[in-house]
């Protein structure tokens, strides 16, 4: 074979045919960055057909007004987007604003609608998440709570926690060697020889046996034993010379202070924290405000706080004393300067001042104050008494400092030098006996005629001396002599004024100021409402007297007035005594004998006081007055059954029933004969009183109450259905029947009765109540949370379901739900009581009595209040604190309360006082938890 053909035969196959279409050159390495001219030139003809299957999308032309997309964020618009709208030569008119304005509020509507539900599913997610992975601290809450119980021997027989470190880390074997300090080095190597290591395999001394130069050691008679104590005792004599070498100087006086040496330079420590920068700027802008202007004060003081401010004493000094030469007339600088200077030179800083400006009130107290002694600050004063004797301010001061007898020398010569002080007059007449005090007051009005405290101080001097019948004349004489004078007559002002007298003692000056100014600049149809407002401001005050004198005058003028003859009542019943309320409520009815109230007030008074025979004479009398009268004849029984007089109680019933036929006067003739056991008695006038009353439905409720306590129990529900059908609005009836069916085990009917109760009674939170413990008390927790959710929708405000569904919480959320409450129910005391047993539940006992104080104070008459709070002292408080509980309780004679009334209307339980009630109560109580 040929050495051609063998060419030949290795030439690949490729190697000079065409190119196939599409084929790039370099395409597959990259290479595409650069063309020849054989690629764009003529190289080809335009007609020839183009061999590229995969040409480029051949480019819009752009017209020279549009421009290229800017994709900057300043380019965005929030409406349009980047580019622009695709709409934007369209014209965007009113039409089209309208319609986006309404296609959003569509939007809007929409998103409102779907907001409440997914903040409930967030809600309730939130929650789910909290139950399923709680904190760690709710984690080992009941471990917490249950170490109230370990007692003091577990605690004491606890182990001590050890040391769990690895012992061979902590006494490694190998040898640990202390470097030495660099003294006991300088030591060894004066003494020549020099030992940097302790020896620890020496035990004798603790492992400080360590050689010393010259083969002396700590045992030896030459050993050195180093004793801290006497190198501080050198160390502090050592300073002593120093500063006593430093103290002295060739023309002996002292340059450094040994005693304050140390303070000086606690003193000199910078107190400022600020920015040194803004000190430097502070300062240089000051020196040049008092280079442009020295003569200004302002400028020299605020320089030397500066300087003081900044640690600098001695640099504040000498400004301020700088600016007390540049300004010598300034009493703001002699001061600033008294107050930087020490000790005595602030004295003769001020015996300068005081030259420049001998008539500086400011500058001779200061200079008083400087004086450490008595007598000096006495003579002070008198020199500047001397100077200036008009000052009040001096006068009185210097006074203060005086003995009696040398007061009243002084003020008789202080109201001749100042004869308009009031304050000086009325000082000298209180030194003064009984005599010379009048003089003096006269005095006082001759050169004051316009101030109403020397006519009200007379009057004070004349009751201290049983002058009563002076008072009247010497008030009447200075309102006239004012109103001559022409000074306004304040009403505000002259009560205060009175306020002030009963304070002092002086009753009856206090009760003629009252009565003679408490008309004065009101209009006639506003008297009662604006004394009553008085009466009540005075007492708030803890005037009293004020009060009862208000409230004599208002009852002279209306004295046909019931509600101010309540309200004093009232007044004395809360701040007075027992004699001093019969007294006012005998003239009460002789004026107003219609007023039932009032006789009933009279009544309970002397009962009280144990005078039943008295209390029958004005019953008997307020008989006469009102013959009809349903609340006076029920007192009048209540007054015979209270005490052991039965047979009276019911001649009296059986009168009222004739005379005065009511449905509470059948009431109470069925529950006396109910306690007294007349069972057949009380059915019969029941049967007589649903006849006259059948929409009455407390009769009703003692029917199957009573058919309950006979274990007649479908006779009790046939009543109540009965009584449900006349007074479907009565709920204590729906709620009997329902309790009534649940005891009897149909808890079903007992909810369906519930049920329909609701439907009849729309936002009746009472219904709602007895519906969640239903559920709860049947076991159903889940179905109770459920309805107690429906419940919160209906009746958001009622105190006493957000009460009953803090506890229905768990123990976690329990502190969430109570902030709830108290937004919605602020002052509810259902709300204050659940969140007081929560405190109390958490162990926090000073939060619970301040939270049952609050509740009290709030509603006195709720007795599960009162019996919380006296079971809580029962078993965290005193005994005194017990019966200041009591006694509270029994004065504001609570009459409600869910517990309160079931254990109160026990028939059992009809003649118990309140002080026999509250334990009861207190005792059916269990601890919060």
């Known amino acids: 074979m040929s050495v051609q053909s063998l060419v030949n035969k290795k030439k690949k196959d490729f190697i000079g045919l065409p190119s196939p279409l599409g084929y790039v050159p370099g395409l597959g390495r990259g290479a595409t960055g650069f063309t020849t ?65 309404i296609y959003e509020a569509v939007d809007k509507r929409m998103d409102e609608k779907r907001k409440e539900r997914r903040e409930e599913r967030l809600k309730e997610e939130i929650e789910r998440y909290r139950q399923e992975r709680p904190k760690i601290q709710q984690q080992f809450s009941d471990l917490k709570r249950e170490l109230k119980d370990v007692s003091f021997d577990e605690w004491s027989s606890l182990p001590e926690v050890g040391d769990a470190r690895n012992r061979k880390q902590r006494n490694p074997r190998k040898e640990v060697y202390t470097a030495m300090s660099d003294s006991f080095l300088a030591k060894a190597v004066q003494q020549g020889q020099s030992s940097t290591a302790i020896d620890p395999r020496d035990q004798k001394y603790g492992g400080l046996d360590t050689p010393f130069p010259g083969g002396m050691t700590p045992g030896g008679t030459t050993s050195t034993d180093i004793d801290m104590k ?69 400028a020299w003081i605020a320089s030397a706080r500066l300087e003081e401010v900044t640690g600098k004493v001695q640099a504040s000094r000498n400004l301020i004393m700088k600016g007390c030469e540049e300004c010598p007339k300034s009493e703001d600088v002699w001061l600033e300067a008294a107050r930087l ?33 008595l007598k000096g600050k006495k003579r002070v004063y008198r020199k500047a008494l001397e100077q200036i004797p008009n000052s009040v301010r001096l006068w009185k001061l210097a006074v203060e400092l005086e003995d009696q007898e040398d007061a009243r020398i002084m003020l008789s010569r202080a109201v001749e030098c100042c004869p308009t002080s009031v304050e000086l007059w009325l000082a000298l007449a209180r030194l003064e006996n009984y005599e010379n005090a009048r003089k003096v007051l006269n005095k006082a009005r001759e050169s004051i005629p316009t101030d109403r405290q020397i006519w009200i101080s007379a009057a004070k001097l004349e009751e201290a001396n049983g002058n009563i019948h002076m008072i009247e004349k010497i008030i009447d004489r200075a309102l006239a002599s004012l109103r001559a004078n022409m000074v306004e007559i304040n009403r505000e002002q002259w009560i205060k004024d009175a306020e002030d007298c009963e304070s002092a003692g002086s009753i009856h000056t206090c009760q003629v100021i009252v009565r003679a100014v ?37 009852l002279t003028v209306f004295a046909s007035k019931k509600s101010i003859w309540l309200r004093a009542a009232y007044f004395e019943k809360n701040h007075g005594s027992r004699e001093s309320l019969e007294a006012l409520l005998q003239r009460a009815v002789a004026h107003c004998p219609k007023a039932e109230m009032l006789w009933l007030m009279g009544a309970k008074s002397k009962w009280l006081a144990g005078d039943v025979p008295a209390a029958r004479s004005i019953l008997a009398l307020a008989f006469q007055a009102n013959p009809n009268s349903e609340e006076i004849w029920l007192a009048a029984v209540k007054l015979e059954s209270e005490n052991n007089e039965f047979e009276r109680a019911r001649r009296l019933l059986q009168k009222a029933r004739t005379s005065a036929p009511t449905a509470r006067v059948f009431m109470k003739s069925v529950k006396l004969e109910w306690c007294l056991g007349d069972m057949k008695t009380a059915e019969d006038l029941l049967d007589d009183a649903l006849n006259q009353y059948p929409d009455f439905a407390k009769l009703w409720m003692m029917r199957g109450q009573i058919a309950e306590e006979e274990d007649e129990l479908d006779k009790a529900r046939e009543v109540y259905n009965m009584g449900l059908k006349k007074c479907p609005r009565a709920i204590p009836l729906w709620i009997l029947l329902s309790r009534l069916e649940e005891r009897s085990g149909y808890l079903t009917k007992a909810r369906s009765i519930l049920e329909k109760a609701r439907l009849k009674n729309n936002a009746c939170p009472e219904l709602w109540l007895e519906s969640v413990r239903v559920e709860n008390r049947g076991g159903l927790k889940n179905i109770a949370q459920g309805l107690m959710a429906r419940a919160m929708q209906e009746c958001p405000n009622s105190g006493i379901l957000w009460a009953e569904a803090i506890f ?89 309360g869910e517990l309160w009334c079931k254990t109160s209307k026990v028939i059992s339980n009809w003649r118990l006082k309140c002080e026999e009630i509250l334990p009861l109560v207190a005792n059916a109580l269990s601890v919060p938890t």
């Open 341 to 373: 200077m020490p000790g005595d030179q602030a004295k003769a800083v001020v015996t300068q001042a005081v030259k420049q400006l001998p008539d500086s009130v400011r500058l001779w107290i200061k200079a008083a104050t400087i004086e450490v002694e």
């Open 37 to 101: 001219r054989s690629d764009i030139g003529p190289a080809r003809d335009a007609s020839d057909i183009s061999d590229d299957r995969h040409a480029p999308p051949v480019k819009k032309p752009k017209n020279d007004d549009e421009e290229e997309e800017d994709l900057n964020d300043a380019n965005y618009d929030e409406f349009s987007g980047y580019g622009g709208s695709i709409c934007k030569k369209d014209p965007y008119d009113k039409d089209d604003e309208e319609a986006d304005e």
């Open 808 to 896: 229905l919480e768990a123990r976690p959320q329990r502190k969430t739900k109570s902030v709830d409450a108290l937004k919605r129910c602020e002052h509810d005391a259902h709300v204050l009581l659940a969140v007081s047993k929560l405190f109390w539940s958490e162990r926090k006992l000073g939060k619970a009595r301040d939270w049952l104080t609050r509740t009290v104070k709030i509603d006195p008459d709720h007795g599960d209040a009162w019996a919380n709070f006296y079971k809580y002292e029962l078993l965290h408080g005193t005994e005194e604190q017990q019966e200041a509980i009591k006694k509270r309780c029994i004065n504001a004679e609570p009459k409600h």
């Open 230 to 298: 006497k190198i501080g005792q050198a160390r502090n004599t050592l300073m002593d010379i120093k500063l006593t070498q430093v103290s002295d100087s060739v023309s002996g006086q002292t340059v450094v202070d040994p005693k304050g040496y140390l303070t000086d330079l606690q003193s000199m420590l910078p107190s400022h924290g600020g920015d040194i920068n803004d000190v430097k700027k502070a300062r240089l802008l000051l020196k040049s405000v008092r280079e442009t202007n020295p003569k200004h004060p302002p």
């Open 518 to 554: 408490i008309g004065v600049g009101v209009e006639e149809e506003d008297r009662k409402h604006t004394w009553m407002e008085d009466a009540e401001a005075s007492a708030s005050h803890g005037a009293y007297e004020c009060a009862r004198a208000i409230y004599a005058q208002a």
